[in-house]
């Protein structure tokens, strides 16, 4: 209910509601919203970390010894484990953002009914959107800063290039947040997810993860090319190992397309779902 509806309710001769400027980036109390709610359960933040360490980890004590060591588009050699551990970085930034923008948005969106509450106020749609998409970026810079420093500690990083990689890392968490957060405002139960692991485990498996691009037959080469997280394993792989080309300008370009498509779907869809 807005503050114009409310005060046609109250009767003559009352206090009347004023609403409050929210200031240029209205976003930010809906940020800072979620951040008083997860400040006691900081645990969970640790879970999404884990997950690529531990794959990173054990890589590096057992599978490393059998693969040996790969050459990189520049001619420099890396070990396995410095193969993978950029893209276990990209993988770290899209669970981190992904989880908030898909999960932690439906349960707002059908359950708490949080944005019932936000659109009373003088927030919009769009600031919703933002806002979630934010805080969602929040969670996976934190994940990448954490993981780019174990990187760092185990010896995994061998460019200068590599300082660069949170920032990439962020990247990736806006794609993977405004994609999710769109295709979430069509979700109807909790079973609709199932949709969303079933897109995320194969690229986590196949996107040049695990193993080069060249690996692939020719003819699964180019739907490889096609998937979100290839593109943010080229960005973190260049990055951390000195490999830098112009085939990162091009992850970057649809890294940043795709989260602000589905930035603005995400908007629309909030307006027609709750204003409706």
């Given amino acids: 209910m807005t503050a114009d509806r409310v005060n046609d309710l109250i009767a003559p001769g009352a206090a009347r509601v ?41 890589i590096g004590i057992g599978i490393e010894q059998l693969v040996g060591d790969f050459t990189l588009p520049n001619g420099s050699r890396v070990s396995y484990t410095e193969f993978v551990a950029p893209a276990m970085l990209a993988a770290s930034a899209m669970n981190g953002s992904l989880f908030d923008a898909t999960f932690g948005v439906f349960f707002k969106l059908k359950y708490e009914k949080v944005y019932d509450a936000v659109l009373a106020t003088p927030l919009r749609p769009v600031d919703v959107a933002v806002g979630e998409l934010v805080w ?4 996976g810079a934190l994940y990448a800063g954490a993981f780019v420093v174990v990187m760092a500690v185990l010896g995994l990083t061998s460019s200068g290039w590599t300082v660069l990689a949170p920032v990439a890392a962020v990247v990736i968490g806006y794609a993977f947040a405004g994609a999710g957060m769109a295709l979430t405002t069509w979700m ?18 196949f996107s040049a993860t695990f193993f080069p691009l060249d690996r692939y037959p020719d003819g699964v ?37 795709m989260g602000t498509v589905g930035l603005l779907v995400a908007s629309r869809r909030i307006g027609a779902l709750l204003l409706r």
């Fill in 188 to 205: 109807r139960t909790w079973q609709d997810f199932d949709f969303i692991t079933l897109a995320v485990l194969p690229m986590f498996l």
């Fill in 136 to 139: 969602s970026l929040v969670r």
């Fill in 18 to 58: 004023v609403p409050q400027p929210l200031g240029r980036f209205a976003a930010r109390h809906l940020v800072d919203r979620n951040y008083r709610v997860y400040r006691r359960d900081w645990l969970l933040f640790i879970t999404g970390f884990l997950e690529p360490l531990l794959y990173l980890l054990s």
């Fill in 221 to 257: 080469q180019w739907l490889v090319q096609l998937t979100p997280l290839y593109h943010g394993v080229v960005l973190c792989r260049g990055l951390t190992t000195g490999a830098v080309g112009v085939e990162m300008l091009i992850a970057v370009a649809y890294l940043l397309v």
